[in-house]
C-alpha cells in the first residue's frame, strides 16, 4: 500500500513557475515509474511526464522544455518543476505510481494574471 500527497500548487502568474511534490509513504519507489498528470475542468486526465525507475524520463508535448520531472530518493519524492507557466497550465495536478491504482489527492495549479 502507497500513500501519496501532493503539495506546492498555488496561484501563480503567466511565467511564473511552481515546484510541486509528491511525497510517498507505505513502499520505497525509488525504483517504481512515477508520473504526474494533470486535469483541467471540462477535461480529461491527461498525462504530463513519467520518471521511470532507471531514471529515464518523458513529456507531454505541451510541456516539454518548461517541465522536470526529478526524485529524491533519500526522501522518497518526486517532484514536479514548472516554468514558464501558461494560462493553459491550470489544472488539478496529481502523483501517480504508474501502472497501479496509487493516486494522490491532486494540488491545485492556477495560472492567472
Known amino acids: 500500500q502507497v500513500q501519496l500527497v501532493e503539495s506546492g500548487g498555488g496561484l501563480v502568474q503567466p511565467g511564473g513557475s511552481l515546484r510541486l511534490s509528491c511525497a510517498a509513504s507505505?513502499?520505497?519507489?525509488?525504483?517504481?515509474?512515477m508520473a504526474w498528470y494533470r486535469q483541467a475542468p471540462g477535461n480529461e486526465r491527461e498525462l504530463v511526464a513519467i520518471l521511470t525507475g532507471a531514471g529515464n524520463t518523458n513529456y507531454a508535448d505541451a510541456v516539454k522544455g518548461r517541465f522536470t520531472i526529478s526524485r529524491d530518493n533519500a526522501k522518497n519524492t518526486v517532484y514536479l518543476h514548472m516554468n514558464s507557466l501558461k494560462l493553459e497550465d491550470t489544472a488539478v495536478y496529481y502523483c501517480?505510481?504508474?501502472?497501479?491504482?496509487?493516486w494522490g489527492q491532486g494540488t491545485q495549479v492556477t495560472v492567472s494574471s
Open positions: 501517480n505510481v504508474k501502472y497501479t491504482r496509487y
Open positions: 507505505g513502499d520505497i519507489i525509488s525504483t517504481k515509474t
